[in-house]
């Protein structure tokens, strides 16, 4: 992982996710705000077992003020790191474009999954190869903001 430039948050040692996350954080939020034309946001989340604060960006939706995003890993059999570490640690900081604002994580019931499930592959339509390439149910998590 690699530390933001004030050194407070590891950045995800993927390499595009870590220039994307880059970008949107120096630009203030006016750059790297999209994914191949889906809402990006960047979330920075505390690591269950260091502590430490990591940050990834994420495609989103929205549900009313509410922010919703897919713990898809790709369609991976496993989890993504950062929804592990939400389950054990909620409070998370969102930026979503220009603004900087703390949220608290909670994975959706699956009929709250099968309700906003529709709006989420609007925004990007690979979540449902995802979901039909692994035997595990992809979470669906609201983040809602506390300010």
């Known amino acids: 992982m690699m530390a933001d430039t004030d050194g407070s948050v590891k950045i995800s040692p993927v390499r595009w996710v870590a220039e994307?996350?880059?970008?949107?954080?120096?630009?203030?939020?006016?750059?790297?705000?999209d994914m191949r034309g889906s809402p990006c946001l960047l979330l920075d989340y505390v690591g269950r077992r260091s502590g430490d604060w990591h940050r990834t960006v994420l495609i989103y939706g929205h549900d009313g003020d509410d922010y919703l995003i897919v713990a898809s890993n790709g369609g991976a059999t496993d989890h993504p790191l950062?929804?592990?570490?939400?389950?054990?640690?909620?409070?998370?900081?969102?930026?979503?474009?220009?603004?900087?604002?703390?949220?608290e994580a909670e994975t959706l019931s699956p009929e709250e999954k099968r309700r906003v499930w529709p709006h989420l592959l609007e925004i990007y339509p690979p979540y449902q190869d995802y979901q039909d390439r692994t035997d595990r149910d992809?979470?669906?998590v609201r983040l809602r903001p506390l300010t």
Do not use: M
């Open 20 to 33: 994307q996350a880059r970008l949107y954080e120096e630009s203030g939020g006016t750059r790297g705000t």
């Open 82 to 103: 950062w929804y592990k570490n939400l389950l054990e640690h909620p409070r998370v900081r969102l930026r979503v474009g220009t603004r900087r604002f703390e949220a």
């Open 138 to 140: 992809i979470p669906v």
